[in-house]
């Protein structure tokens, strides 16, 4: 006689119906269960302002030399920049205070030029250079020289001048006639009329006396006539639109500041609204 021995499994129909389930949890009944807890998910408004709030600036709190958190690279970089550039600022403010400071930028300034300061020129009177000899005929040259041509420079003047280009090697005589045409150019010396064309400026003071008056050809011109010196004498002509005062025959004038004009190889002077007509005989001048 043989017995056979065999062992079964007790399953449960909840756990049969499990396993029939596909291991999805199962009711008393045999149906599945189904978990009926709402899953929360962020709304697009929500997500839209975390944004917002992740990248403003007042909520940047960490500020290390690693990334900042919840900034762009273009927002950091400017944060690193404006700190750097207060770091600079106040860098300067500390230096700005120290002691010295004003003296050693000086100083580095004239090291690195490489220059010194120039030292004054020595002025001296070059008529101390002179030999008595040669004093006393620059003297006497630069009298004559006063004399011929007044309203410009001063006798001194004139005679620095003279002994200066003696000074340098020139002949008294060149001497004389180079410092008399300097002279001439002058502003404000009265030229002889004879020496008006060969003046190398455009505009001279002439003085004489109005020796002969016509009638204008052109109502554009006020008066035209001559007027005359112990040199020689020229045409004159006083413009309309000059507003000058009007001259008469036989008065000594004193044309300051008139232009000179060509004409078939003749110079005659224009008075125009620049120029100034003077009486020296009355003391005063009249000008429009």
């Keep these: 006689m043989s017995s056979n021995s065999s062992s079964s499994k007790v399953v449960t129909v909840d756990e049969q119906a499990f396993e029939k389930a596909g291991g999805q949890a199962v009711d008393e009944d045999g149906f599945p269960v189904v978990d009926e807890t709402p899953e929360f998910e962020a709304a697009v408004e929500q997500e839209t302002q975390a944004k917002v709030d992740a990248n403003h600036p007042d909520g ?72 008595q000899e040669e004093l006393a005929e620059v003297n006497e040259q630069a009298m004559r020289i006063s004399d011929e041509v007044q309203g410009g420079w001063s006798r001194a003047v004139v005679a620095k001048q003279l002994a200066e280009k003696v000074q340098r090697g020139r002949d008294v005589t060149k001497a004389v006639l180079e410092t008399l045409e300097e002279l001439k150019a002058a502003p404000g010396a009265i030229v002889p009329i004879t020496d008006v064309p060969d003046v190398p400026v455009g505009e001279v003071t002439v003085e004489g006396t109005v020796s002969e008056l016509w009638d204008p050809s052109s109502p554009a011109i006020a008066q035209v006539g001559l007027i005359e010196d112990e040199s020689g004498r020229t045409k004159f002509t006083i413009w309309e639109k000059s507003k000058k005062t009007v001259v008469r025959e036989g008065q000594t004038v004193r044309f300051r500041a008139v232009k000179k004009n060509w004409y078939q190889g003749r110079c005659s002077l224009a008075i125009t609204g620049w120029s100034r007509i003077e009486f020296p005989e009355r003391g005063r001048w009249w000008e429009e």
């Excluded at 030399?65 to 404006?82: F, N, S, Y």
């Design 60 to 131: 940047i709190a960490d500020t290390s030399t690693e990334r900042i958190h919840g900034v762009t690279l273009e927002q950091e970089e400017r944060i690193r920049a404006r700190e750097a550039e207060l770091e600079r600022i106040s860098a300067q403010a500390e230096l700005g205070t120290q002691d010295g400071r004003e003296q050693r930028t000086r100083e580095v300034v004239s090291e690195q030029c490489g220059r010194d300061e120039p030292a004054p020129a020595e002025r001296t009177d070059p008529r101390e250079k002179l030999t």
